[in-house]
Nanobody, 124 residues
Framework: QVQLVESGGRLVQAGGSLRLSCAASGRTSRNYVMAWFRQAPGKEREFVVIISWNGANTYYADSVKGRFTISRDNAKNTVYLQMNSLKPEDTATYYC?????????????????WGQGTQVTVSS
């Protein structure tokens, strides 16, 4: 079992920046693909970005490409999401997710472990 705890969400003005963190605990000795998803009210949960188990590969949704950057520090069991040039449409609850192994999946249904979410609100 892996437990994930997100932090860093808050209210920010459009054009601003935030850094989200996702701290993992439990069976972190295994290799995990990590991802960030987000869900806005009334909408389905959507893929934002994925990072491979060793951090060598990243995959971004077109809507955030060039603005968001994912990174991971396996020594600290933590994944980060740096969000710049935030837009009101980025407003959502952001969830950290993990999947054991090396395979990359863009659908939330393939991820076994989830955090509780952190709210990001971007005002115009």
């Amino acid at each position: 079992q892996v437990q994930l705890v997100e932090s860093g969400g808050r209210l920010v003005q459009a054009g601003g920046s935030l850094r989200l963190s996702c701290a993992a605990s439990g069976r972190t000795s295994r290799n995990y693909v990590m991802a960030w998803f987000r869900q806005a009210p009334g909408k389905e949960r959507e893929f934002v970005v994925i990072i491979s188990w060793n951090g060598a590969n990243t995959y971004y949704a077109d809507s955030v490409k060039g603005r968001f950057t994912i990174s991971r520090d396996n020594a600290k069991n933590t994944v980060y999401l740096q969000m710049n040039s935030l837009k009101p449409e980025d407003t959502a609850t952001y969830y950290c997710a993990a999947r054991e192994g090396a395979s990359i999946y863009y659908s939330a249904s393939f991820y076994n472990y989830w955090g509780q979410g952190t709210q990001v609100t971007v005002s115009s």
